[in-house]
């Protein structure tokens, strides 16, 4: 007999299935249509045609899920280290891939033509060699034990997008990736020992332009004892036991340079000098090109130690004197421009990176504001100047002596060195005194690198032709009618207008 409890029973119908299904549809929309699509494929009640749409259609449905599936899975079980094109660590990384043949993997590349890093001959084949890298897609390498993932794409970075490359590894723990990264930042430097990285603005950002090799002391000339005291004050400015004086009483650790001069004079070869000599990154900027906002950018994203190149720093506007009472400091020229207080702003501000080592370089010092060049901010100042005897000798030596580490003891060497130290005197003594910078004598001199003696003969006529060519350029007139050298004394009395009017 049957018992009334199990004549009101549910006979197995598929509307509990079906109840699960509508509810799995809440959380998963097109769960049940995916569903009882399988289940028809399944059944294998339909025609091939019909199949294949369906799969599609199945496929459709599925994506978003896979999608979903795949980032879970990504965030669960992998780890990930992305790096910004901007980095200097982005560079590391592509040297490592490309000195690998890794580039080659990548299905999908990003061809320029490829930086001169010193190490290459860049005539011949290595002319405008091709460099590919990653781009836009992903792949696999070994790297030790483990199986890396790259992966390149474009991140918004403000207004705009930046590349930016992801290193991932399988696993919670991104050490695996954290090791590779390290040693593609070993090798890096390995490979760039005694070079100077040098790295120039683009907009807020700095980008590595070259990486050349440390140019050594000698070969810049500038009187010994300027040269002796400026190596001896930078070297002591990173000194550990400085670092440590500075912080130990809260004085901010910087320091600022100013070269000055006329142009040719060296002083962008003396930056790069002091660079090498120190194993420092040359940061250099165009104050002209940038606003405030970018400076205070620029030094912000600084490494500790380095140095600040700001060439012709004369060339911004708001850097000259504009006269006592003036509000130079304050008064932009456009939003566009950098002021005064935005440069000082960048120097002093608390965002300035400390151990930073600034050199600026001017040819016309006269025009400076007093503020810029205070000391505090420049702490000391460099005259480079023309040639007189004792320069002209140093140029000469540097053309045609043999450099320190080619020289062999042997007597014919000693012989050459003798003759050419004698014959840099007779040189020395046909130019002029201050008429010529360092650049132009050796643009001279290259020509006859392998003749000194005919060098020594053609001096005196090039002297005179060039001297002659330089007179009757100060004296020619300008676009505004006016000769450089009626300027030269209209500036002259500017200035002793404004001396007068400021003693009353
Ligand atoms: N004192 C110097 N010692 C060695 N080389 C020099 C010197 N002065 C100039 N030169 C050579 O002349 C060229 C120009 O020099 P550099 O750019 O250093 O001069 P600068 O004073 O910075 O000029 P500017 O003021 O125009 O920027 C370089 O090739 C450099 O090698």
Request: proline share 5%; charged share 25%; net charge positive.
């Amino acid at each position: 007999m049957m018992t009334p409890s199990s004549n009101t029973s549910h006979p197995p119908t598929q509307e509990a299935p079906l109840q699960q299904l509508s509810l799995l549809d809440i959380f998963f929309p097109g769960a049940s249509l995916a569903s009882s699509t399988i289940q028809q494929i399944l059944a294998g009640d339909l025609g091939s045609y019909a199949h294949l749409m369906y799969l599609f259609g199945l496929l459709g449905l599925l994506s978003p899920y896979i999608y979903k599936l795949k980032a879970f899975l990504e965030g669960s079980f992998t780890s990930t280290v992305y790096v910004q094109s901007t980095d200097e660590t982005y560079n590391m990384v592509l040297e490592w891939i490309s000195s690998r043949g890794l580039d080659g993997a990548a299905r999908s590349s990003i061809v320029r033509v490829k930086k001169q890093n010193g190490r290459e001959d860049p005539i011949g084949k290595a002319k405008k060699a091709l460099s590919f890298s990653p781009w836009h897609g992903s792949f696999i390498f070994r790297h030790r034990n483990s199986f890396l993932s790259y992966r390149t794409s474009l991140a918004d970075v403000g207004f705009r997008k930046e590349e930016e490359l992801s290193i991932t590894c399988l696993g919670r723990s991104p050490k695996t990736v954290k090791d590779f990264l390290n040693e593609c930042k070993d090798e890096y430097l390995r490979l760039n020992r005694n070079k100077t990285t040098v790295f120039r603005n683009r907009r807020d950002c700095w980008e590595r332009v070259a990486v050349v090799e440390a140019r050594p002391l000698s070969t810049v000339i500038l009187a010994d004892t300027q040269k002796q005291s400026l190596i001896k004050d930078v070297g002591e400015f990173f000194d550990k036991r400085t670092r440590r004086w500075y912080s130990t009483r809260s004085v901010p650790y910087r320091k600022g340079i100013l070269f000055y001069g006329p142009p040719g004079t060296g002083k962008t070869s003396l930056s790069l000098s002091v660079a090498g000599r120190f194993g420092l990154d040359i940061y250099t900027a165009s104050v002209s090109t940038v606003n405030d906002q970018m400076l205070h950018d620029l030094f912000t994203k600084l490494p500790p130690q380095c140095i600040v190149l700001l060439e012709d720093i004369d060339a911004a506007t708001a850097t000259h004197c504009r006269g006592a009472g003036s509000a130079n400091a304050s008064k932009p020229a456009d939003k566009e421009s950098v002021t005064l207080s935005g440069l000082l702003n960048a120097f002093d501000g608390v965002a300035s990176q400390e151990g930073r080592l600034l050199i600026m370089t001017t040819n016309h010092i006269r025009k400076l504001d007093d503020a810029l060049i205070r000391p505090g901010r420049i702490d000391r100042k460099v005259e480079f100047q023309l040639v007189d005897r004792d320069l002209a000798t140093q140029v000469y030596r540097l053309v045609f002596e043999e450099p320190a580490d080619v020289v062999s003891t042997g007597k014919s060497q000693a012989k050459d060195q003798l003759r050419v130290e004698q014959l840099s005197i007779e040189f020395a003594a046909k130019i002029p005194d201050h008429e010529f910078s360092p650049a132009e004598v050796l643009s001279f001199l290259i020509p006859y690198r392998d003749s000194p003696s005919c060098a020594l003969e053609n001096v005196e006529e090039w002297a005179a032709h060039t001297l002659k060519e330089k007179r009757s350029k100060e004296a020619g007139p300008c676009e505004d009618g006016m000769s450089n050298r009626d300027r030269t004394s209209a500036n002259h009395g500017k200035y002793l207008l404004s001396f007068l009017k400021f003693w009353g």
